[in-house]
Each structure stands twice: as structure tokens, then as C-alpha cells.
């Protein structure tokens, strides 16, 4: 039974469903097997016979899980979504582990403030923030903590959609202490006291009482861009404001200490690791006085608060973390870590609530998306995590990115074709079409390998988009190694593809190879690239004049260039911008059909079909 159970967990079962269906635990079957939380301290412990409270710390959990099956499960290196059979003497035992905490408090480094930036002596209005939520909590007291005067933050996030999620996330933890986004209309009134009395309040804009950057380090000068965007922040705390500045991203890994030592204003230097974890790593700033280093290697644990969502139609979950690849020009495993793929129904009760609150599609993230599940025990394949959230009732559109030639396999194409729900746009890297070049890069396939994907797609989903990233200049890229990617472009004819010169990146192989290709060079190959790929871009969209397209409104138009006219702005299931005349108090989150009458090279445009009709109701 125990053995069928685990087979059955990689046909993607759900846990507590199968636990309801065949545990023969009566004090779990009917929550699903759930036992709550298990205390790692009971370990050691046992090992030191003196710590008595903590060897007792799990003994409630005695008659459903037996110590010495504890012990095994606790010795295991397991993950989050891993799912394990152990024995005892009362039988078999399945145990998932649904989540891990970790005290990031206890992992970070922390150095005492010099007293120079400690501010002008009086308690912070966050601090007191903190004092005060902590006062309500030993008063037993649930309700919201605020401040007397409303603490404000601004969120800057450069670089992917891992990082606008991640910034959302970071923004839903802010707002639950009681913090609101600073409006950029919000001014502070000065009265100037030193002038004539005569003289009006002048008007000067409001400054955010905390700061977090965000950071991207795909690029060159990455870090530089992150030290212009510090330079007004941490001349506000040397003049003695009362402000936090937080570096998170990929920049903060990257450069670590290197950063609070060059600007040591900052507060809070946390790797994207750690973005779920920022209320905790605050604490330590506010209530220590403390500069704080979050870098190390850790589990990410799985979110308590809401994120701040920047739509209300489309929304990004996070399905798989990190990366196993060591592509040579790549910074992205040094700076996210190992893959770490999250539990399948901790995506599901997410994507769920999303529904519930009214969102109509949801893109599943991930730097190597197609890896999903192959870290899990039992592994897992991404292929059937977009059949399950695509089933899911309520939701109009699944998307995903971004795929990786050498995991995508064909049952991912299958599974988007049989999925009603699934959107039929794929974005697929190829960054090289020189068999060569693709080896020194580290890629793991060649040209062959993603033209057979490509075609696998135009024979099952003939209307399908595809995208891609490409880099030009690579070392030791010669003009018939850029040749053969012009070939694959023309191949293909890509509906997009993001080009990019090769820049050097720290802590990568490829930063030290000896032929470099100069300048010059890479900026013309640059040009040249982009001509085909806005060309390719216009064929792609120009196919589609004259014909009805489904498109999910999800903003104003902002671009119309009619004031007398209202105008939305939607996509269709390819990915693809289109704009028409609509109320997006009426149409927003809904489903229209729009003729097509005008296609540009990266926008289309039309007018609703159905003008007549009622507008499709949310369900």
C-alpha cells in the first residue's frame, strides 16, 4: 500500500487527498494527514541528556508518529514537497514535508551600527512601529498595528519577472506591519520659519521612510546602476533622516559585504533567497540597530503573508527557485541558488486564492522552469503540474516561463496542447544558433535539439508563439558562428526574441576567457540582429490582420493618442499587445473578441466584435 501510495505521488496525487483516501491513521486521515509542525530540537536533545524540555518537545505526537520515525524522517535531507517512507513498529509510514523553518535571524551576519548613522538619538518611527506590535502581542491584541503617522516605503525592482515577484511578495510582508506605498503625488507641508511670515507653506515632495532596491545582475554595470540609485538614500540618513535602505536581489548576493562596506548607510544587504523573509531580517535593524547580511544558503519557506499584487487580472507564482545549470556566462546559480522546487499543493492553494480573489490568469515562474520536480522525492514533471493548475476551475489563462532546450521535453508541448486553459505561447532561449558557441557556453544542447522542439510545436499548436533570448559577442564568436544565428532566426521566425551582447559577469568562466570580442564588433552584430528580429516581429503580427482574436483585457490603454476615446489593453493567448476601444471599469478581467484592423511591429490594435453583447460575467 505504502509503495502504490508513492507511485501514485508522482502521477501528481494530491498528499492530504491521498492520505484522506487510504491512511489508516484515524487521528490524521480526516485533516488530510496534516500533523502540524515537528520541533528538530528534540534531536539534539537526546544527544544531551541534560536538555529534558526540549526531548519532550514532540511527545504529543507520540501515538501518530512514533519517536524513533521522527528521528529517520529529521536525519533525512528533505525539502520542502518531499515525500518519504519510513518504518516503525506500528507499521509503514508516508511523510511529506510540506514546509521547513529556518531562523534567517540566527544565519545572518549582523554588525553593530557606528553611532555616526545611528540618527539623531530618538527612537525611529519604525521602531516604534515594532515596540508597539510587540506590546499588542503580549497584550493578546489582533488587530492590525499601525503607527501614529503612516511609515511609507518605495519598492524600485529592476531585472525579470522573478523579481517583480519577489518585490510583490516583499511588499505584501511591509504592508502587513502597518507600512503603505508612497504615493508619487504625496507632499509634506514646510513652514518656513525663517522667512516673512507673509510667505506661503511651500510644497516638497515625501520622502519614504524605508527603501528597498531590488536588484538585477544579468547585465554589465548592474552594479554600478544599483550604486547611482543609493546615492540620494544614503546621503538622506548622513544628513540624520529617518530612514532604512534594503538591497535585495541578486546585485545583494553578488556583492555581499563588499556592499556595506562601500555604502555604509545601508541597512539590510538579503539575497533572493531570503525575499520572503524581510519582516524577520528587519527586526534585526530596527530592534538591534544592526547592519544586516542575509546570504547564505537556505531553504525558502513558504510564504504567511499575502503578496501586494501590481494587477488585479494577472498575477505570477512562483513554482520552482533557483538553477542546477552552470551555463559559462551565467550569474544566475551563484546569485539564486540551487533549484528548490515548491510543493505542488502549496502552488495549487496559492493559484486558488488567486482565483478566489478575482484573478483571471496566472504565470507559473522559474529560471529553469522544465526542471520543476526532478529535485523532489518523489520526482515530479512539469508537464503535469499545467494539467493540474490548468483544471482548476475559475481560471481563464495558464502561462509559464521560461523554458530550457535541454529539459523541455515534448510532453510539455502535448500538455499545453490539451489543456483549454493553457495559453499557447512559449519562451525558449536558444542564445546561440552555432553548434560551437553553444558547447564553450555550457548549454547542454545543440542546434538540432531546439529545432526539433520548434518543430514539435508548429505541427501540434500551429498558431503558437514562440520568443527567445539571444547573446551576440560571445568569446570566440566568429562571423559565421553569428551567421548560423541569423539561419536559426530565419528558421524559426520568432514572434520576439530579447538580444543582448555579451557582457562579462563576476564569478563566471566565460568573464575569463582569453578571446574577448571587442566592442566594435558586438555593437554591429547587435544591430544587425535586432533589424531581423523587428522584421520576423512585423511578419508574425501581420498574419493576423483582418481576423478575430480572444483577448483578456487587463488595463487602460495608457498609449491612446485619442483623448475623446476610452481604450483598453489586452493580450491575446500568444502573448501578443492589443489595443481597442472599451470602458476597463466594464471589460477588465474579461474575455473579448477583437477583429484586428492594424498590426505594428510589436502591437496590434482593432475594435470588439461583440459591442452588442453583454460583457462575460466573472464567475
Not at 39 to 58: L, P, W
Not at 136 to 146: E, F, L
Not at 210 to 235: F, M, W
Not at 334 to 347: N, Y
Request: charged share 30%; proline share 3%; aromatic share 4%.
Amino acid at each position: 500500500m505504502a509503495s502504490q501510495s508513492m507511485y501514485d505521488l508522482r502521477l501528481s496525487s494530491d498528499f492530504s487527498d491521498l492520505a484522506s483516501q487510504v491512511s489508516m491513521c484515524t487521528l490524521t486521515r480526516d485533516e488530510g494527514g496534516s500533523i502540524g509542525w515537528v520541533n528538530v530540537a528534540e534531536i539534539e536533545a537526546h544527544q544531551d541528556n541534560n536538555n529534558t524540555k526540549a526531548a519532550t518537545v514532540n511527545d504529543h505526537l507520540n501515538d501518530i508518529l512514533p519517536m524513533e520515525t521522527r528521528k529517520q524522517v529529521l536525519r533525512m535531507n528533505t525539502k520542502p514537497g518531499d515525500v518519504v517512507m519510513v518504518e516503525s513498529s506500528r507499521g509503514f509510514h508516508l511523510v511529506q514535508v510540506a514546509d521547513v523553518m529556518v531562523d534567517v535571524r540566527k544565519m545572518a551576519q549582523t554588525k553593530r551600527r557606528r553611532r555616526s548613522l545611528q540618527g539623531n538619538g530618538e527612537v525611529s518611527m519604525l521602531q516604534q512601529l515594532w515596540n508597539k506590535g510587540r506590546q499588542q502581542q503580549d497584550d493578546n491584541d489582533t488587530t492590525t498595528t499601525k503607527a501614529t503617522t503612516d511609515l511609507t516605503y518605495v519598492m524600485e525592482t529592476m531585472g525579470c519577472q522573478m523579481n517583480q515577484a519577489d518585490s510583490e511578495r516583499m511588499e505584501g510582508q511591509l504592508q502587513s506591519l502597518g507600512i503603505v506605498p508612497l504615493l508619487e503625488e504625496e507632499e509634506n507641508d514646510d513652514d518656513d520659519t525663517t522667512k516673512s511670515k507673509k510667505k506661503k507653506k511651500k510644497k516638497r515632495k515625501k520622502e519614504p521612510n524605508v527603501v528597498i532596491l531590488n536588484t538585477c545582475s544579468i547585465r554589465d554595470h548592474a552594479e554600478q546602476k544599483v550604486y547611482s540609485h543609493l546615492g540620494p538614500h544614503a546621503k538622506r540618513k548622513r544628513n540624520g533622516e529617518d530612514v532604512t535602505i534594503v538591497v535585495a536581489g541578486c546585485v545583494a548576493q553578488q556583492e555581499g559585504q563588499q556592499l556595506l562596506q562601500k555604502f555604509p548607510e545601508i541597512d539590510l544587504v538579503m539575497g533572493p533567497q531570503y525575499a520572503n523573509r524581510l519582516s524577520d531580517l528587519l527586526e534585526d535593524v530596527v530592534i538591534g540597530g544592526n547592519q544586516v547580511l542575509a546570504t547564505d544558503v537556505t531553504h525558502i519557506m513558504e510564504d504567511v503573508t499575502k503578496p501586494r499584487r501590481t494587477s488585479t487580472t494577472c498575477a505570477w507564482v512562483n513554482v520552482i527557485y533557483g538553477c542546477n545549470d552552470r551555463c559559462t556566462y551565467c550569474i544566475v546559480p551563484t546569485t539564486r541558488g540551487v533549484e528548490q522546487s515548491r510543493p505542488v499543493e502549496s502552488i495549487v492553494e496559492e493559484v486558488k486564492e488567486l482565483i478566489q480573489d478575482g484573478y483571471k490568469e496566472v504565470t507559473l515562474l522559474g529560471q529553469n522552469i522544465d526542471a520543476y520536480g526532478r529535485d523532489m522525492v518523489p520526482k515530479r514533471k512539469f508537464s503535469d503540474l499545467i494539467r493540474t493548475i490548468g483544471s482548476l476551475d475559475g481560471l481563464k489563462r495558464l502561462r509559464f516561463v521560461t523554458s530550457h532546450p535541454r529539459y523541455m521535453s515534448m510532453g510539455v508541448i502535448d500538455a499545453v496542447a490539451e489543456t483549454p486553459t493553457a495559453c499557447h505561447a512559449f519562451h525558449i532561449p536558444f542564445q546561440s544558433g552555432s553548434n560551437a558557441i553553444l558547447q564553450e557556453m555550457g548549454r547542454g544542447h545543440d542546434r538540432d535539439k531546439y529545432l526539433q522542439i520548434v518543430n514539435r510545436i508548429r505541427d501540434t499548436i500551429p498558431e503558437a508563439s514562440i520568443t527567445a533570448d539571444v547573446i551576440v559577442g560571445f568569446p570566440g564568436e566568429t562571423e559565421e558562428d553569428f551567421q548560423d544565428t541569423l539561419d536559426l532566426m530565419n528558421t524559426v521566425v520568432f514572434d520576439s526574441v530579447n538580444t543582448a551582447a555579451y557582457s562579462p559577469r563576476p564569478h563566471t568562466p566565460a568573464a575569463s576567457y582569453a578571446d574577448q570580442v571587442e566592442a566594435p564588433v558586438k555593437k554591429e552584430r547587435l544591430a544587425r540582429i535586432n533589424a531581423l528580429n523587428l522584421k520576423h516581429a512585423s511578419e508574425r503580427r501581420a498574419r493576423l490582420l483582418g481576423t478575430t482574436v480572444e483577448v483578456l483585457v487587463e488595463e487602460r490603454n495608457m498609449k491612446s493618442r485619442n483623448a475623446d476615446e476610452e481604450s483598453v489593453m489586452g493580450r491575446t493567448t500568444q502573448g501578443y499587445l492589443v489595443y481597442c476601444p472599451g470602458d476597463i471599469d466594464e471589460l477588465r478581467g474579461s474575455l473579448i473578441d477583437v477583429k484586428i484592423t492594424n498590426c505594428e511591429t510589436y502591437h496590434l490594435s482593432g475594435v470588439r466584435v461583440d459591442d452588442d453583447d453583454d460583457v462575460e460575467e466573472d464567475s
